[in-house]
């Protein structure tokens, strides 16, 4: 889902994957009673949902839309009449989904997301459909999640789960119509979305990962405690997976030494590891700190497009791809040793050139600016005064957002004020101390998750 969960996700336009206006970190779960958390008789289980939520970091909300007795095709009366129950459509996704409030704070706590995750199935075998028209409903359901009229605002990608297998001692005819269906939702992910491809990805072939009489015991359509946590752990797995997949996730770290992690020894981690280990997977911190540069010409390295294009479009993992670009979120942090070289106006002005280059097409979706950290009490009071003045100027550049990208320009962490001298900044030395880079990764971590939320 490239160009879906970011798209909110980080704005984050992300008009890459996931994600989603009011937090792309939200997965709602779609589905019956095994999306809802029905065990097996006589068993005790962790339901799938909460066993992926467990096995996802960084951030992620797992959020429970599942209902017992529905289906695609639950609308219908079973053969010889009665038997009509909730149906997954449109209505069905305004009224349980879009106007759910259940904390009551007046907005919806499921819509918008960054992912609907969608099985559905088992109940739809008894209502004299063809596979083909299941197909259809499903189909119908997947385009009111994506909303594609009037304007997206529901989910930014759908992941297709197959529905599991049916129990064994169903009634006739019951496993071959549900491996139909199946067969169906394959059909209908594998080709992703006719109209946006990378907003319907498949999801986990439960159909076929799930074993009858293991997972799905012999005499009840109800996943077991083997199956929940099977099906959860498989589901976590395909979503990192399909995330791994989506270059919006990474996040590239600019700055001069202390980014480099320059006299941070073990066992010092250095803030950007720190950021990594935070957020986890499917984050992907991308550090290319270099020492002594900065946005001023004398220095070895000026921070410019062409050494940002360079930095982050090398290979250096070898994978043959750019390791950082196109990005998600740059984060930058630098002032220190351009104190000597440029007015705190001049030096706010190329920080806003800097800014505009990386929002540029096909670089990064979105970008954090962090305070330079007080510099060591022995610099003096003049050196003290000098970063004082460039921290104002990234706290006036991020005031407001980018003047014409929008809300894609935040306030990192302001680190001039949240570290310390002495404790974060050793009284002779710039570089940051073992709790410096703790405590920075630590804030980052915090305000780059708030920063997505709220987006």
């Known amino acids: 889902?490239?160009?879906?969960?970011?798209?909110?996700?980080?704005?984050?336009?992300?008009?890459?994957?996931?994600?989603?206006?009011?937090?792309?970190?939200?997965?709602?779960?779609?589905?019956?009673?095994n999306?809802?958390?029905?065990?097996?008789?006589?068993?005790?289980?962790?339901?799938?949902?909460?066993?992926?939520?467990?096995?996802?970091?960084?951030?992620?909300?797992?959020?429970?839309?599942?209902?017992s007795g529905t289906g695609v095709a639950t609308d219908l009366p079973l053969p010889g009449g009665g038997g009509q129950w909730f149906v997954w459509n449109c209505p069905f996704v305004e009224l349980f989904i879009d106007q759910a409030d259940p904390d009551g704070d007046g907005e919806s706590d499921f819509f918008p997301a960054g992912t609907a995750q969608v099985m559905l199935g088992s109940n739809d075998v008894n209502r004299g459909i063809s596979a083909g028209e299941w197909r259809q409903r499903m189909s119908d359901l997947i385009d009111c999640l994506l909303e594609l009229e009037p304007a997206p605002g529901r989910a930014v990608g759908v992941i297709l789960h197959t529905p599991p297998p049916m129990y064994a001692n169903a009634p006739a005819g019951w496993a071959e119509t549900l491996a139909g269906f199946a067969q169906e939702a394959r059909n209908l992910c594998q080709g992703g979305h006719p109209a946006f491809p990378e907003r319907l990805r498949c999801g986990v072939d439960a159909h076929s990962e799930l074993q009858p009489g293991l997972h799905v015991p012999a005499n009840d359509p109800h996943l077991t405690t083997a199956g929940h946590q099977l099906m959860g752990e498989l589901a976590a797995a395909r979503?990192?997976?399909?995330?791994?997949?989506?270059?919006?996730?990474?996040?590239g770290m600019i700055g001069d030494s202390n980014t480099a992690g320059v006299e941070c020894l073990p066992p010092c981690v250095k803030f950007s590891d720190v950021l990594q280990e935070e957020l986890s997977q499917p984050w992907n911190v991308v550090s290319r700190g270099v020492a002594g540069s900065g946005l001023s010409d004398p220095l070895?390295?000026?921070?410019?497009?062409?050494?940002?294009?360079?930095?982050?479009g090398a290979d250096q993992d070898g994978d043959g791809e750019a390791d950082g670009l196109p990005g998600g979120t740059a984060h930058v942090m630098l002032g220190y040793n351009d104190t000597p070289h440029l007015a705190p106006a001049a030096w706010g002005q190329r920080?806003?050139?800097?800014?505009?280059?990386?929002?540029a097409p096909g670089r990064f979706e979105q970008?954090?600016?962090?305070?330079?950290?007080?510099?060591?009490?022995?610099?003096?009071?003049?050196?003290?005064?000098?970063?004082?003045?460039?921290a104002e100027e990234v706290r006036a550049l991020t005031a407001g957002g980018h003047p014409e990208a929008g809300q894609r320009l935040f306030l990192g962490v302001d680190a001039f004020l949240e570290l310390q001298q002495g404790v974060h900044v050793p009284d002779h030395t710039a570089h940051l101390s073992a709790a410096g880079h703790?405590?920075?990764?630590?804030?980052?971590a915090a305000r780059f998750l708030e920063v997505v939320r709220d987006r």
């Open 367 to 390: 970008v954090l600016v962090t305070t330079p950290p007080p510099p060591e009490a022995n610099a003096g009071v003049n050196r003290l005064l000098q970063v004082h003045s460039l």
């Open 1 to 33: 889902m490239r160009t879906g969960l970011l798209l909110l996700l980080l704005a984050i336009t992300l008009a890459a994957s996931l994600g989603a206006t009011c937090t792309g970190l939200r997965i709602v779960m779609i589905g019956d009673s």
């Open 351 to 359: 920080l806003s050139d800097l800014v505009d280059c990386l929002l």
């Open 239 to 251: 979503f990192l997976e399909i995330l791994d997949e989506d270059p919006a996730l990474r996040i």
């Open 438 to 444: 703790q405590r920075l990764g630590e804030l980052l």
């Open 300 to 312: 070895w390295v000026t921070w410019d497009c062409t050494q940002v294009d360079a930095s982050f």
């Open 35 to 67: 999306t809802a958390g029905v065990c097996a008789p006589g068993e005790s289980c962790t339901p799938y949902r909460t066993v992926m939520q467990q096995q996802l970091t960084g951030g992620w909300q797992v959020l429970n839309r599942g209902f």
